[in-house]
């Protein structure tokens, strides 16, 4: 039993030296990440506070504009893995050839999702409002997501954009300056939320179009934030340095990256269309759904922080250890973040069960059979925390080996055939209440886990795709 004890003290725990870089690492991202989940949350209150359409209509929107978001974050991935290990081995000129090839792709990805919500947002947005309910409050909803999702269009380049630069800082270990920008942000966002939505200091009251001017607004300010910081210290960014003065990279390294990235993209595109395809599931119960699902998702993220960065500190710790051909601290590293990440959500989840109650009663415009239903979703969200915390991390370390067909199989794949088969059955044949639905899927991801343990320990994520590549 000790032998026993002692190797999984060993396999699970790191030393201090392990654990002063996993927060070197992690606690900018947090407090990102948690400062943008805050702002977050106010914002939804601001909204929130002019009725339950308009929260509703901005949480659709949102929706849609999460897809592009994850599409974003997938279509970069490829280059950010191959970015992470060329960093790791020393190669600069790698590292600036990755950076190109996210500017690249992040034109192509902005062209497409503007003729996507261009030409087809209405009939999108309606695919969120078939649940049962008033006529003339859905027709509400709708008006107020399109209003939300056109403006929203207009800072998607500068968020792009942001993430090119922040996603490559990240893989060198710096996620200090991406903190910096984005704290900035929102802090932007929040002031202008409150000017604009409610109309104070002389400015006009918008409502709902306040709200997304403001988002966008504080997309332009990170964005200058951080591209003016890396350019002016260009000694200490290299990989800046004539990374402008022409868009022509190897054909080799495009096709391993395309080769990489694509099923990435096609990964993140599948996965938030699959949560999106979950949360119209889950309006079939009725309209009243979709304003208990904004209130939690809001509020859950803002408890979701540690592990949701923690997918960051595998992505650069392991991709590193990869790239510099230490496969067995690679695999040490794995097991200690995913512990970490796990004990966490054991704390983070406890807290949010207790303050379930309160927090939804913030939402002063919504009715209290709203406010009632999403303080039992964020229980069972609580619940499943640990299990999310697990699936994450192992998601991210098998990407940042560059197994991404696994990767893609794990994630968007497990959505598309378990989750969302599982919630029309129940929601559509079953006919179950929504907790009852929304709990089964959220327990769920422990088949998720178990999958993910096995991959893990078969170590078919071990790779240097850098060296190969050279």
């Known amino acids: 039993m000790n032998s026993f004890l002692k190797k999984a003290r060993r396999t699970l725990i790191g030393s201090r030296a392990f654990y002063a870089t996993v927060l070197g690492i992690l606690v900018p991202m947090v407090i990102q990440n948690g400062i943008t989940n805050f702002v977050s949350l106010l914002d939804n209150l601001m909204v929130g506070a002019l009725g339950d359409a308009e929260m509703s209509g901005v949480a659709i929107a949102n929706q849609l504009v999460f897809v592009f978001n994850l599409c974003i974050f997938g279509g970069l991935a ?41 030409g087809f947002g209405d009939p999108l947005i309606t695919l969120f409002l078939k649940g049962d309910g008033d006529a003339a409050v859905a027709e509400n909803m709708r008006h107020w997501a399109k209003t939300y999702l ?11 954009l942001s993430q090119s630069y922040a996603g490559t800082l990240r893989e060198t270990g710096d996620t200090r300056l991406p903190m910096i920008a984005s704290v900035s942000a929102v802090a932007t966002n929040v002031i ?23 988002t966008v607004i504080s ?46 993209l096609a990964n993140e595109a599948l996965w938030s269309i ?26 859950s993220n803002l408890f979701n922080v540690v592990f949701l960065s923690m997918g960051n500190a595998v992505s650069v710790m392991v991709g590193q250890a990869l790239g510099a051909d230490d496969y067995k601290g690679a695999k040490a590293t794995v097991w200690k973040l995913i512990f970490f990440s796990v004990c966490t959500c054991f704390v983070m989840g406890g807290l949010l069960i207790i303050l379930s109650p309160y927090i939804p009663r913030l939402y002063s415009g919504v009715t209290p059979a709203v406010r009632e239903m999403a303080s039992s979703m964020l229980v069972l969200s609580a619940c499943a925390m640990p299990l999310h915390a697990f699936a994450h991390c192992s998601y991210f370390t098998l990407r940042s080996g560059g197994k991404t067909i696994i990767t893609f199989l794990f994630d968007s794949g497990y959505t598309w055939v378990i989750s969302v ?19 089964i899927i959220q327990m769920m991801d422990f088949l998720k886990c178990i999958l993910g343990f096995i991959l893990l320990r078969k170590g078919v994520w071990i790779q240097n795709i850098a060296k190969a590549h050279a």
């Open 219 to 264: 997309r332009y300010v990170e964005l200058t934030i951080i591209v003016a910081l890396v350019h002016r210290n260009s000694n200490k960014y290299v990989f800046i340095r004539g990374a402008y003065r022409t868009m022509r990279v190897p054909g080799g390294l495009l096709r391993d990256v395309l080769k990489v990235g694509a099923p990435l």
């Open 421 to 439: 088969p599982a919630a029309l059955l129940l929601v559509k044949v079953i006919a179950t209440p929504i907790l009852w639905t929304y709990g």
């Open 274 to 299: 699959g949560m999106s395809t979950l949360t119209a599931v889950y309006s079939l119960s009725g309209l009243t759904v979709v304003s208990a699902l904004s209130i939690t998702s809001t509020i």
């Open 150 to 160: 056109m403006i929203m269009l207009v800072g998607m380049p500068a968020f792009a």
């Open 78 to 118: 490829g280059a950010g893995i191959y970015g992470a290990q060329f960093y790791g081995a020393g190669d600069i000129k790698g590292l600036r050839d990755t950076f190109r090839i996210k500017l690249m792709t992040s034109v192509l990805l902005l062209l497409a999702a503007f003729v996507i919500f261009i």
């Open 192 to 214: 202008f939320n409150y000017l604009l939505i409610f109309g104070k200091l002389g400015l006009p009251r918008m409502g709902v179009a306040g709200a997304a001017w403001a």
